[in-house]
């Protein structure tokens, strides 16, 4: 029998992987303040105590460990001095989880681990150089690299999600998608500022199920989750306000940025390693998903 | 007044820092289970313990931290799984740091940060890539990572000492110069197998000077401590048998390694930006180490 243990399992990333995680046949096990909506054996713990940790571990017996749990407050968490806090837990937990026998442990990281100084003309490979700019890609980075020599002198296998960007419902109200759609709802302007920008996005459904192929899989090393082609901003804008009659309200700036032209990954591995295509397109999911938002705030 | 805590104090390294900073007009505190034999204000203290770290930084109010404590058992400190706790208790303790008003924090780094694959032709200036290969290497390049992005959000000064290869009293046995002074001391052959490899060799003294000057001084970011000049391990094997006329006993091989040939530090910004210059020569230094241990051994 396979168990899992989620950290994170509340949250807008790690919610999304129980469902296809079940399906998989896993036995289900959370940790975190909060339990999330779907059954899972939820176990109250926080990650930041290590004598909780290891009684958690002792206690759960875990096969798999999938790791979700991070500050990710938005606009905050680029720079967040709480990186460092979820680096060391994160490396705490690495350290339980090998010396209680865990069989496979999949940590998220983040398409900011690349070096995109080139301004993002390729899609990234995993192998790709990293240069991570801010606080939170240096943490995640920097987890990936220690953890990544850490396991390699255990038993236990290691993957890590480099995921791109994400939209879907239960995100925070002031990213992007939402705010736009929101104000378009409401009848006021609404602002894509650097239309011009690339990006590979991708739904949170597709991330949690991607994830837990991950997981159910023995992919070891980097993997990128996206869906490997890109969209402008200016784009993806449209689609919001095309399912909102709201184009006459949409405002499409151009403006100059320091972030990269485009941001998109290569996705053989997932693919082709993990075997994980995602079930639709992500603009037919983003259409859905604004058209369910709608409804839903109506 | 300012007031330095210096962790593994009673360390090969942090206890020659000890009089050195006192000199330099800092009011003195240690931290570790061990007190050091020169005179500091001890506090015997767990570093792992993240509650005796806030409540230990409460107490000093410190203004300035040397972090010398580290997992350095010699033969195993290169893979040992205790470096991942290591950078988690380093982030915790400069999470504090910041927190308790620190104003200047110093941590120690590794020549084996640096890329080497090119096999070692130039010295290594401070931006030189970087690319370690051990757990030890990358636990220590990604701890400087995540100071340096965490402290300059803060007003916390932040300087990284990356030391090149020590000798010097005080050091475990089974290093290179003891074994070796040792083996020709008894009458024994002693081998030195790789006599074609470059070294920048520094004596534990001029190390523990130069980290007070990084710590008095202003300087941030990466600071190579060495002596800015190679030794072939054939060249120090000589040294050392020379001073036990134990030269037919030597036996320098040059056996084929993947280590790179040469290792050297650019010293420009110790000497100056930080201002400081060994007061001897590493020779001489070794000479009268060699010298001076056969005679306490004899």
């Known amino acids: 029998m396979s168990r899992v243990l989620v950290t994170g399992a509340s949250g807008f990333i790690g919610s ?12 289900m096990h959370s940790v975190g303040p909060i339990a999330p909506a779907e059954p899972t054996k939820h176990h109250t713990g926080d990650l930041f105590d290590r004598a909780q940790v290891r009684a958690l571990l002792e ?22 001095p709480r990186n460092l806090d979820w680096v ?15 069989k496979r442990f999949v940590g998220l990281g983040t398409c900011a681990e690349y ?22 890609g240096v943490a995640k980075d920097c987890t990936q690299r220690l953890l990544t020599g850490f396991f390699a002198a255990t038993d ?37 500022r650097h239309g011009q920008l690339t990006r590979d996005f991708i739904a949170i459904e597709d991330v949690g199920a991607a994830l837990a192929a991950i997981v159910a899989s023995q992919v070891s090393g980097p993997v990128n989750v996206a869906s490997g082609s890109g969209m402008t901003l200016a784009e993806l804008a449209g689609v919001i306000a095309g399912q909102l009659n709201g184009a006459p309200l949409l405002r499409v700036e ?3 940025t320091k972030d990269p032209l485009g941001m998109i990954a290569d996705v053989a591995r997932l693919r082709d390693e993990v075997g994980f295509v995602p079930e639709m397109d992500a603009r037919e999911r983003l259409a859905r998903y604004v058209a369910a938002m709608v409804t839903s705030r109506s």
């Open 16 to 27: 999304r992987t129980l469902e296809p995680l079940r399906r998989a046949g896993f036995e």
């Open 254 to 256: 151009t403006n100059p």
């Open 59 to 80: 206690r759960i017996a875990p096969t798999h460990i999938l790791h979700c749990a991070w500050e990710v407050t938005h606009g905050t968490f680029w720079h967040d």
């Open 156 to 192: 236990v296998s290691f993957a890590w999600a480099r995921i791109f960007h994400l939209f879907g419902s239960g995100e925070q109200p002031a990213r992007f998608v939402p705010a736009l759609a929101i104000a378009l709802k409401e009848g006021r302007e609404a602002f894509c």
């Open 115 to 136: 070096d995109w100084s080139d301004g993002g003309p390729a899609p990234r490979k995993e192998q790709d150089a990293l240069a991570p700019r801010e606080l939170y």
């Open 88 to 102: 060391a837990a994160t490396l705490d937990l690495a350290r339980t989880a090998a010396a209680r026998g865990v």
